[in-house]
């Protein structure tokens, strides 16, 4: 499930699993904690999520944890 201020804000659907993100598999919390690193914060990233059933192609820009967003 995805959660959290750092999130995409697109991924912040409650149910949501974050299946993949800028290719890379994600199993864990732990393994998008590794991935979101200063080169991938506020660039356009290719993610696959399970909504619902339905597995979507989404392209998501992540944003720091501490960002506020209006």
Do not use: C, F, H, Y
């Not at 993949?20 to 393994?31: E, N």
């Not at 290719?46 to 209006?70: C, F, I, M, N």
Request: zero cysteines; charged letters at 35%; hydrophobic letters at 40%.
């Amino acid at each position: 499930m995805i959660s959290g201020a750092g999130a995409p804000k697109r991924l912040r659907r409650r149910g949501d699993i974050l299946l993949s993100l800028d290719g890379v598999a994600i199993g864990g919390s732990d393994d998008l904690a590794r991935l979101l690193n200063r080169d991938r914060i506020g660039r356009r990233l290719p993610a696959t999520v399970l909504r619902k059933g339905e597995v979507l192609q989404l392209k998501v820009t992540a944003a720091d944890a501490g960002e506020r967003r209006s």
